[in-house]
């Protein structure tokens, strides 16, 4: 079958657009009551009525997941780097690594919130540590993957390690890295909203999670709904931005981008 | 003339402890350009790897100019099967590549990289990726970027055995073109008799398992060497002389 022009972006839009309608038909012909679930529109008003206070949060959400997520950037390129360049430091720091992967973030998040002070830097720390995994594994596993002919032609030159590093190891590892990213991406959104659970923090200073928490206790479904709607919007911008970047950065030359045009 | 590389009696085993090749002595002449010719398997892109200090030697030695090959004193350039360029870069930077390493400023590297590629007649796709290019093309790109060091040895491992037949002849021809305005010392790897007879003055016969030299024959024809050569008396007579040394081996081969 041959796919329309375009069709990546009305078909999943005409899809959810009528899946919506089905979902406001179904509350209003069977009389569901928005204590149980809540019509699509009413949705849209709460949100619309609760606009000041869910903006300020999703603010604060938004603030937290970029932070984490540039800070996994920046700590798992680094380390990355690091282990390649060095076999006996990945060998000392890499079981670490996995060991803060493996642990459920619930678990470890009521500590750090004892041992660090502001509630801003613990929420921060949480959704970093989620976050900074798949870029750390994925970019030493591009970093590692380098062509062999194009590294004996390096050898070949006399390349220096930074040379290596930065005309060869670099570029090889970016496909990896970009991967890494949109995994990153939605786990820092994901870290973000579980630490904030897991803080049960009230407040000025708060995001999302604690809106949906507080309607939970007010048992106001479509508030928690309307919260809910801004962390799946969130979630989805940053994937669609994850594809915006991997697209910059590899658009020109390498196969997975290739395809998808 | 100098002697520019030299190989004398080279071993080479792997880690599995099986020898690639064995007994292995030549001398190559500063400026020359000589065919590794033989069958698959027989050692010559271990050969290649030796003269470029990519592999040591487990017994012999492999020197380069003064030096033994490892220490690298000597300019060369290598050639692979696969044209091997960075599909992150463009044409120009692929083939700036070598001199950026070396320390050139990014700006003269590229000055030089734009020679080297109207060199080849890809003057006008430098702004291109790999991707973007044929297979002969590509190979011609990789071909400029082992000339823009002006190396003074030139190492060629099949470097056209991919490639249609006519796109190869066309790209002989061209690397003959090259070769007699840089006059690098030339090895080229092959394994087709006639592309070794119509490059090079000189072809080493390989064969055996471990590989080891069995024949040394020099090629008269005259230069530049040209199209018509391919159906001229003369070359398909060294071509049958090729072809006799590289049987021979095979039935020795057998008979060991």
Known sequence: ?261 | MSIQIELANVEKRFANAVAAIEGFSAQITAGQFVALLGPSGCGKTTVLRLIAGLELPTAGRVCVGELSAAKRGVAMSYVFQEPTLMPWANVLDNVALPLRIGGVSRRLARTSAQDALAAVGLFDRSNAYPTELSGGMKMRVSIARALVTRPSVLLLDEPFAALDEITRHRLNDELLGQWSVQLPTAVFVTHSVFEAVYLSQRVLVMGGRPGRLIADLPITLADPRTPALRLDESFLRQCRMVSEALEQGKTREVTL
């Open chain 1, 1 to 261: 079958m041959i796919a329309p022009r375009r069709a990546h972006i009305w078909v999943p839009g005409v899809a959810a657009i009528g899946l919506l309608i089905a979902w406001e038909l179904v509350v209003r012909l069977r009389g569901i009551p928005p204590f149980i679930l809540p019509a699509p529109t009413l949705i849209l008003t709460t949100l619309w009525n609760n606009l000041d206070s869910l903006l300020a949060s999703w603010l604060f959400t938004i603030k937290i997941t970029f932070g984490a997520l540039l800070l996994a950037l920046v700590g798992g390129v680094f380390l990355a780097c690091a282990f390649a360049l060095s076999r006996t430091l990945e060998l000392a720091l890499f079981p670490l690594a996995i060991a803060l992967q493996v642990t459920p973030i619930v678990a470890i998040a009521p500590l750090i919130l004892i041992y660090v002070e502001s509630t801003t830097a613990s929420l921060l720390i949480c959704a970093f540590i989620v976050a900074f995994f798949p870029i750390l594994s994925n970019t030493l596993v591009g970093l590692r993957s380098a062509d062999t002919n194009l590294q004996d032609l390096f050898t070949l030159y006399g390349a220096s390690r930074w040379q290596r590093l930065r005309w060869l190891l670099g570029p090889s590892a970016l496909p990896y890295l970009v991967a890494g990213l949109k995994i990153s991406g939605g786990l820092a959104l994901i870290g973000a909203v579980v630490a904030e659970f897991a803080a049960g923090a009230a407040g000025r200073e708060t995001g999302l999670a604690s809106r949906i928490l507080e309607a939970s206790f007010r048992t106001e479904i479509p508030k928690m709904y309307a919260a809910l709607t801004l962390v799946v919007l969130t979630g989805v911008a940053i994937f669609l931005a994850a594809r915006v970047f991997s697209h910059l950065l590899l658009g020109r030359w390498h196969p997975s981008e290739q395809s998808s045009n």
